[in-house]
């Protein structure tokens, strides 16, 4: 069982993660109270936790992170909206946008 989660830093940035022990709440004060001081977050407090989601398997949830941190910020934010016609959109090439012939 893992959790793969989003926290939006206070620069606007988005920090996408997985853990496996605890839940995102959890987490999410680890994140806060700066145990890692050179990890991405430690420099961007305060962070807020904007997405969760859930996974039996924690290979899935591997899977999910890596996907996810690949994403664009549009995308990011459009799963985070729980809107799941625009990630649908915005996984096709340019967003959706028809190829132009060079």
């Known amino acids: 069982m893992a959790w793969v989660y989003i926290l939006q830093c206070a620069d606007g940035n988005y920090y996408t993660g997985m853990t496996r022990s605890e839940e995102p709440d959890?987490?999410?004060s680890e994140h806060q109270m700066k145990l890692?001081?050179?990890a991405y977050t430690a420099s961007r407090l305060p962070v807020q936790l904007v997405y969760s989601e859930y996974f039996d398997l924690i290979a899935?949830?591997?899977f999910a992170e890596r996907k996810i941190k690949g994403w664009s910020r549009a995308k990011k934010e459009a799963l985070i909206q729980g809107?799941?016609?625009l990630v649908q959109v915005l996984s096709k090439r340019r967003g959706g946008?028809?190829?132009t012939s060079s």
């Open 26 to 28: 959890q987490r999410l």
């Open 36 to 38: 890692s001081p050179s």
């Open 60 to 62: 899935d949830a591997i």
């Open 83 to 85: 809107d799941w016609r």
């Open 97 to 99: 946008k028809p190829r």
